[in-house]
């Protein structure tokens, strides 16, 4: 996954392991700016809030 900072356009590489499904935060080296990554398994988790639901209505 690639991901820009939005103040300077420092391009970084980050590997879907270390975000591991929960939103990262980091500082960028060149500009000190905040980049926020979002979860990127959306998709897992609604899935499972579907799973509970089917289970809630057995
Ligand atoms: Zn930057």
């Known amino acids: 996954m690639i991901v820009f900072c939005e103040e300077c356009g420092e391009r970084y590489v980050i590997e879907a392991d270390e975000i ?3 939103a990262m935060i980091f500082i960028c080296r060149v500009c ?5 990554i ?11 809030k579907e799973k509970n639901k089917a289970e809630k209505k057995r």
């Open 32 to 36: 000190n700016d905040i980049i926020r």
């Open 20 to 22: 591991r499904g929960s």
């Open 38 to 48: 979002p979860a990127h398994d959306k998709h897992h988790k609604s899935d499972e």
